[in-house]
């Protein structure tokens, strides 16, 4: 089997950024929040559906004391479930072309 870590990632990275300097592209807002994974930003949309669940859960009327902790595990399970997709939607961004031929 073919280990996905590449020993080589850190170097080739560093040169992409050095080639982007090279070629006077500039580094802006835009560029850096695209070079975010994905699974960061599923984990945070994760985080914001379980905050709505949570002021959703301890806003009911009759809601017992532990209503919040009910509201808390909502906020960590949906950041779960975000992390999973991120990971998912992240898994074969590396190995595809173009027009998704095989690299």
């Known amino acids: ?33 695209k070079d975010i994974p994905g699974k960061v930003w599923w984990v945070l949309g994760g ?10 859960i301890t806003g009911m009327p009759g809601m017992p004391a532990y ?10 399970f949906f950041m779960v479930i975000g992390w999973i997709f991120g990971t998912a939607h992240d898994s074969g961004k590396d190995d595809w072309g173009p027009k998704g031929t095989r690299k």
């Open 47 to 56: 985080g914001l559906i379980g905050l709505a669940f949570f002021f959703i």
């Open 67 to 76: 209503g919040p902790l009910i509201g808390a595990g909502g906020i960590v």
């Open 1 to 33: 089997m073919r280990t996905r870590y590449d020993p080589n990632e850190k170097k080739a990275k560093f040169e992409q950024i050095s080639y982007q300097r090279r070629q006077g592209t500039k580094v802006t807002g835009r560029s850096v929040l």
